[in-house]
């Protein structure tokens, strides 16, 4: 990167994190430090809720997924607006009502200590673990393209991250995701109009949207009913649904942030405009994807992302890498003709077009096994290249360090939040709620700034030793949805079957969980579904065992 990019990208980041450390750094109870003595109001809550939820992979991944998938990964959210409506009713107002600091302790309240603590420790480690890869998304990629070590990476965005919430606490990772959100904007908006500046001059958006829907990237909806097909409509307001229940309905690190809120009704008004602008903001991000896709289409793109792949190649099977690589320049060549004459509006979108970019898919392919089948440690899958590579090839300077500063602030975003939930449910609902001896306000808030830094430095940890999945997005989802199901299961039982008991709850809870995990490794059913399946298997079985007391 240029000198100026450095500037802009350090000086954004440094900005962020003493701005917040500094106007929140007078806590002085676990009030203030898990809660913000509830001052936030309704736009503090919807930019928080979505910027816990906008991480740094959101930005790296849902491009590549356009670019490979096109735009039906955006099916995924048809069930948010839905979950914010049922989150509004019934559990916003029993959280505020019961004044809790972790939506764990309502489950105490309902059931018993047992199943407080299961509903914790579940989060705990779901969430632990996606701590993690928030760290470790952008600083692999990070590293892989500016030659920075991955390891002091990890070290850099963990550590300025612990420093502003061990500060601040919820109040500062409130305030901080302001900035990181208008930094973000600020810079997906430069790039949509350079996208449109660098486009051929003739590329209008009718044969833009020709181009793409032809080169299939704009189909949304799909409306099958095979279940292996990850991403459809049934899938979207079905398992979508249930795991927006689950994540921003008992996910500690989506709970804090509303409950720091004013009031009931300020509460709502950030939940429904995260539900209202959380789709649009998705369906632009991937936009941009398949925005990049026709950009790479009319300019040279390599015939993988990851220079990693692109180097191990040539140093070891130069010439199988050689033939490829021919091969994929001559269908180049081939597809700029007829690409001239679509644009001259000589007949519609050529078939040979659709031929070539198989072609291309295929040799593409043909690069990711030469290099899998001999190095399982290099990622061959470029989905979470692609958009960096055009950042730091295409965009001008000063724009480069805005960008990287983009996916550095929404990776310190989202991991702020988790560290600060995280935190709040060791301290609240393990530490203090088992603790025999009742210790004063300053002893907790010390406890929850040290559980703040011990859950940064295991986040940390695991980054160091993490390793890419076929999408960045999708691991995180996946991870949540293994456990999500069953964590809603427990809050359904607790807020409409209020004859169950805590037993039935609690082992209904444990069996559901187990059966989840042998679905997982055991089908190829899409995760999405999970999240339903673990909610319906754990209201089943707890009204089964209640009514026939099958456990005591």
């Known amino acids: 990167m240029h000198q100026d990019d450095w500037i802009i990208l350090i000086s954004t980041i440094l900005f962020i994190v003493i701005y917040g450390a500094y106007k929140t750094r007078k806590n002085k109870n676990i009030q203030s430090f898990l809660k913000?003595?509830?001052?936030?109001?309704?736009?503090?809550?919807?930019?928080?809720?979505?910027?816990?939820?906008?991480?740094?992979?959101?930005?790296?991944?849902?491009?590549?997924?356009?670019?490979?998938?096109?735009?039906?990964?955006?099916?995924?959210?048809?069930?948010?607006?839905?979950?914010?409506?049922?989150?509004c009713m019934f559990f916003v107002p029993l959280y505020h009502k019961l004044k809790v600091y972790t939506a764990y302790e309502f489950l105490e309240n309902r059931?018993?200590?047992?199943?407080?603590?299961?509903?914790?420790?579940?989060?705990?480690?779901?969430?632990g673990l996606a701590a993690g890869i928030t760290i470790f998304a952008p600083s692999i990629i990070l590293s892989t393209v500016l030659g920075i070590d991955l390891k002091i990476l990890n070290f850099?965005?963990?550590?300025?991250?612990?420093?502003?919430?061990?500060?601040?606490?919820?109040?500062?990772?409130?305030?901080?995701?302001?900035?990181?959100?208008?930094?973000i904007f600020l810079g997906l908006f430069f790039v949509f109009f350079f996208l449109i500046e660098r486009y051929p001059e003739n590329l209008t958006v009718s044969k833009f949207l020709e181009y793409s829907r032809s080169s299939e990237k704009f189909k949304i909806l799909d409306f099958s009913i095979d279940p292996n097909n990850r991403y459809t409509f049934w899938s979207g307001i079905t398992g979508g649904l249930f795991l927006a229940l689950s994540y921003f309905g008992t996910d500690q690190s989506q709970v804090q942030r509303y409950i720091s809120g004013k009031s009931v009704k300020e509460i709502r008004l950030g939940l429904i405009f995260n539900g209202i602008f959380k789709i649009p903001m998705q369906f632009f991000i991937l936009l941009l994807g398949v925005m990049v896709f026709v950009f790479f289409e009319f300019n040279k793109s390599p015939v993988?992302?990851?220079?990693?792949?692109?180097?191990?190649?040539?140093?070891?099977?130069?010439?199988?890498?050689?033939?490829?690589?021919?091969?994929?320049?001559d269908l180049t060549f081939e597809k700029r003709k007829l690409q001239q004459g679509f644009l001259s509006n000589i007949g519609d979108f050529p078939i040979q077009l659709n031929s070539i970019q198989k072609k291309e898919k295929e040799l593409r392919t043909n690069v990711k096994e030469l290099v899998s089948t001999n190095n399982n440690?290099?990622?061959?899958?470029?989905?979470?290249?692609?958009?960096?590579?055009?950042?730091?090839?295409?965009?001008?300077?000063?724009?480069?360090?805005?960008?990287?500063?983009?996916?550095?602030?929404?990776?310190?975003?989202?991991?702020?939040?988790?560290?600060?939930?995280?935190?709040?449910?060791?301290?609240?609902?393990?530490?203090?709620?088992?603790?025999?001896?009742?210790?004063?306000?300053?002893?907790?808030?010390?406890?929850?700034?040290?559980?703040?830094?011990?859950?940064?430095?295991?986040?940390i940890v695991f980054a160091s030793f993490g390793t890419l999945f076929e999408n960045l997005i999708q691991l995180v989802n996946i991870i949540g949805s293994i456990f999500y199901g069953t964590i809603l299961g427990i809050f359904l039982v607790a807020f409409f079957f209020k004859k169950i008991t805590s037993n039935s709850v609690f082992w209904s809870a444990c069996l559901s969980q187990i059966i989840i995990f042998i679905i997982f490794f055991t089908t190829d059913i899409s995760y999405l579904w999970l999240n339903f399946i673990g909610a319906f298997i754990t209201v089943v079985l707890s009204n089964i065992i209640e009514r026939f007391k099958l456990i005591v």
């Open 36 to 87: 913000g003595n509830n001052t936030s109001n309704w736009f503090t809550i919807g930019i928080s809720v979505m910027a816990t939820q906008a991480s740094a992979i959101t930005f790296l991944s849902t491009p590549g997924q356009a670019y490979y998938d096109g735009m039906g990964f955006l099916q995924f959210y048809l069930g948010l607006p839905l979950a914010m409506i049922i989150i």
């Open 111 to 127: 059931f018993d200590r047992k199943t407080r603590t299961l509903g914790a420790i579940l989060f705990l480690i779901q969430r």
């Open 156 to 183: 850099l965005v963990g550590f300025l991250v612990i420093v502003y919430t061990v500060t601040g606490g919820t109040k500062a990772v409130n305030i901080t995701q302001k900035q990181q959100m208008f930094v």
């Open 304 to 329: 993988n992302y990851n220079p990693q792949v692109i180097s191990y190649a040539q140093k070891n099977y130069s010439s199988d890498f050689n033939k490829i690589l021919n091969e994929y320049e």
């Open 377 to 459: 440690s290099i990622e061959e899958n470029d989905k979470d290249y692609v958009f960096l590579h055009f950042i730091l090839n295409y965009l001008p300077k000063g724009l480069i360090g805005l960008l990287i500063a983009v996916i550095i602030c929404a990776a310190m975003s989202s991991t702020a939040s988790e560290l600060n939930a995280l935190a709040a449910t060791t301290t609240i609902d393990l530490y203090k709620r088992n603790h025999q001896i009742k210790k004063s306000e300053r002893h907790y808030l010390s406890a929850s700034k040290f559980f703040t830094v011990m859950w940064g430095i295991i986040a």
